[in-house]
Nanobody
Framework: VQLQASGGGLVQAGGSLRLSCAVA????????MAWYRQAPGKQRELAAS???????FYADSVKGRFTISRDNAGNTLYLQMNSLIPEDTAVYYC??????????WGQGTQVTVSS
């Protein structure tokens, strides 16, 4: 499994961005996909996750502003981020977890929110 994240960038507070994560192959082996983020000087944290049956989870800090989704084939993961705030500035990583609980990571994409 290979994951390729894209869609980061610089945006003003209150703006929106959409992240994408393409799964190169064997997407069917992933039971859960997620977006993590790591701000400067902080630990990586889970922002949102989605299972194959589309059950979602959101961290309290992004609930109501971010939406995670997968396409029908499960080959692409999305994160729609609205009402962005400077505290959302971080490197965002897509993650896939297999049925054997093995983790796969994308390369990360930078999101910067200016005040």
């Amino acid at each position: 499994v290979q994951l390729q994240a894209s869609g980061g960038g610089l945006v003003q507070a209150g703006g929106s961005l959409r992240l994408s994560c393409a799964v190169a192959r064997d997407a069917f082996t992933l039971k859960t996909m997620a977006w993590y983020r790591q701000a400067p000087g902080k630990q990586r944290e889970l922002a949102a996750s989605i299972t194959r049956d589309r059950t979602t989870f959101y961290a309290d800090s992004v609930k109501g502003r971010f939406t995670i989704s997968r396409d029908n084939a499960g080959n692409t993961l999305y994160l729609q981020m609205n009402s962005l705030i400077p505290e959302d500035t971080a490197v965002y990583y897509c993650n896939g977890q297999s049925w054997f609980n093995r983790d796969y990571w994308g390369q990360g994409t930078q999101v910067t929110v200016s005040s």
